[in-house]
């Protein structure tokens, strides 16, 4: 695994020199509150700062990464405050596109608003803005669903050896990937003349733009042939995930083992070959389709390839999530009064991840959904006095419903209450406290 950060200094020339302090999988609140300082105290005058946040603070579906747009684009300009009342440059940059295609073959932007958010709050501030999100989704049409895989950490079982299981993501870039993100990074700061040509190796950068091979699943010879083999040798390969008749997401990923001797796997749909992947030594391996599935029903079949011929083909059906329905709110009611102690309950498409409730874009709860479909959640703190206005999403995995909003009212002590006042002696639970949106304490 690599960054395009890592890449940059190999793009440059003279005294530059590149400190890389970004961190995987951190949020643009984690990265605020547990390393900006140090990168402050590291940062002399004239220096310049990308700041390429956005890539995990969008998934809702985990409550500890989740970074609402509100508090994203707050956190962004709190950075450029900081960095240039210390003498340095912030540029914003989006995050890179995810190897993710749609059924036919285009390239799907998966990072939500947030790209728009991060250009929103550098026009703003009048900082810089390299829309890396735009720019990979170009190039990753250009590849294709075909050779992208080279660009990623994703490697069928026995291919690498520290991933004996295999390995597929698809956020991660390896390190030609990261080198040729890298490539239009560094470009662009030339193009926005923060860095000069002096600066840079113009010829790497002007260096044609290359195709990475074909992967090697889509270089099969002829793999239908394999459905009408003649004779057939050897057990058939186990599909142990998804389970038969199972409901998944458009990005499933296919898992099970082969019987000894097997050396790929083919995969089918209606007669027609859709990719295959290659067997651990222990007989395990690990597929993921290089599109997305079409919602509705599907049926692959799976034929080992072995040196003395092919196994018997195994069939698994399973269905596809056209998408997830919002969750419908019974408690509380539209309009109605409450204690503060407010219940919410409601029900959901059964087989649903969980539900999670926002305030104001917040987060700020979730719940699980139980077989039948329906889901409860009590707040851990009391609501104030007054009018408030609530939304729930249903999670399927990483897919999410549209949400559904309730208003209602709750009947409590006023803030300005005598009753408060006589109890303002003793301390709330704590300053930092789980029960509540991230509130700039930590």
């Not at 790209?115 to 709050?121: F, G, H, I, K, L």
């Not at 993501?169 to 040729?180: K, T």
């Not at 995969?267 to 990719?275: D, K, P």
């Not at 999530?321 to 309009?335: D, Q, R, S």
């Amino acid at each position: 695994m690599a960054g395009w950060g890592q890449k940059i200094q190999e793009l440059l020339v003279g005294p530059i020199e590149v400190a890389n302090y970004a961190r995987s999988a951190m949020t643009t609140r984690k990265y605020y509150t547990e390393r900006f300082a140090g990168l402050l105290n590291r940062m002399r005058p004239g220096d310049i700062v990308l700041l390429g946040f956005g890539g995990v603070d969008h998934m809702i579906h985990n409550g500890m990464r989740y970074v609402p747009v509100p508090e994203y684009q707050e956190l962004l300009a709190l950075f450029t405050d900081y960095i240039r009342s210390e003498g340095g440059v912030p540029v914003m940059v989006t995050p890179t596109a995810r190897y993710a295609f749609s059924a036919t073959g285009e390239v799907k932007n998966t990072r939500g608003d947030y790209p728009r958010a991060m250009a929103e709050t550098a026009a703003e501030r009048g900082v810089p803005l390299i829309d890396l999100t735009g720019m990979t989704m170009s190039l990753w049409s250009r590849i294709g669903p075909t050779r992208l895989r080279q660009y990623f950490c994703w490697v069928d079982a026995g291919e690498h050896p520290l991933h004996p299981d295999g390995n597929i993501d698809s956020s991660h870039l390896n390190h030609p990937g990261a080198y040729e993100v890298a490539r239009l990074v560094v470009a662009a700061l030339v193009e926005q003349s923060v860095l000069g040509r002096a600066d840079v190796d113009v010829a790497a950068l002007m260096e044609p733009e290359g195709l990475p091979a074909v992967s090697q699943e889509f270089t099969v010879q002829s793999p239908e042939s394999a459905l009408n083999y003649g004779s057939r040798t050897g057990g058939a390969p186990t599909l142990a995930r998804p389970a038969a008749g199972a409901t998944v997401g458009p990005m499933t990923k296919f898992s099970g083992t082969a019987a000894p001797g097997t050396d790929y796997l083919l995969f089918f749909e209606q007669g027609r070959y859709i990719g295959g992947t290659g067997v651990g030594a222990a007989g395990q391996w690990l597929w993921r389709r290089a599109v997305e599935w079409t919602p509705g029903e599907h049926v692959v079949q799976c034929v080992a390839l072995r040196a003395d011929g092919c196994s018997p083909p195994v069939e698994q059906h399973f269905q596809v999530l056209a998408g997830v329905e919002p969750p419908v709110i019974t408690a509380p009611k539209e309009g109605k009064f409450s204690g503060p102690k407010v219940r919410f309950a409601g029900r959901t498409r059964p087989g649903a991840t969980k539900v999670v409730l926002m305030e104001a874009g917040r987060l700020i709860g979730a719940t699980a959904v139980d077989e039948k479909g329906e889901w409860h959640y009590t707040h851990a703190h009391r609501w104030r006095a007054g009018h408030h206005a609530v939304e729930a999403v249903a999670l399927f995995g990483a897919q999410e419903s549209a949400p559904t909003a309730v208003r209602f009212k709750v009947v409590g002590i006023p803030e300005n209450s005598g009753i408060r006042a006589a109890g303002s002696s003793r301390e709330e639970c704590g300053e930092v406290c789980n029960h509540r949106p991230f509130s700039g304490t930590w």
